[in-house]
């Protein structure tokens, strides 16, 4: 399974922000799908994720701002970003791996989107 990620851009502090992620090589059929992002400096952290069954699960700084999504006939998982402060300014990552009931931890994820830059301006 090969990812990339797009939608990455510069917006200002409330605006939104929709990120999408792609496969062109596989299908997301069976997989778990989420969303990382990692600041200069900083371990790269969860953001989103959804499962096969399409239960989400996010990180409590983004709660009720994003929405993670999946899209199984176009093979795409999406990142609705509402809101947007400057502490969400990352690189964003897509993720992916076969199976449900994953959790939140990085090394669970075998397959990486290559990452799209959000930067939100005060």
């Known amino acids: 399974v090969q990812l990339q990620a797009s939608g990455g851009g510069l917006v200002q502090a409330g605006d939104s922000l929709r990120l999408s992620c792609t496969t062109s090589?596989?299908?997301?059929?069976?997989?778990?799908l989420a969303w990382f992002r990692q600041n200069p400096g900083k371990e790269r952290e969860f953001v989103a994720r959804?499962?096969?069954?399409?239960?989400?699960y996010y990180t409590d700084s983004v709660k009720g701002r994003f929405t993670i999504s999946r899209d199984t006939a176009k093979n795409t998982v999406s990142l609705q970003m509402n809101s947007l402060k400057s502490e969400d300014t990352a690189v964003y990552y897509c993720?992916?791996?076969?199976?449900?009931?994953?959790?939140?931890?990085?090394?669970?994820?075998?397959?990486w989107g290559q990452g799209t830059l959000v930067t939100v301006s005060s």
């Open positions: 993720a992916a791996v076969l199976g449900i009931g994953i959790g939140i931890e990085e090394n669970e994820y075998t397959y």
């Open positions: 090589r596989g299908t997301f059929s069976g997989y778990t």
């Open positions: 959804i499962d096969w069954n399409r239960s989400t």
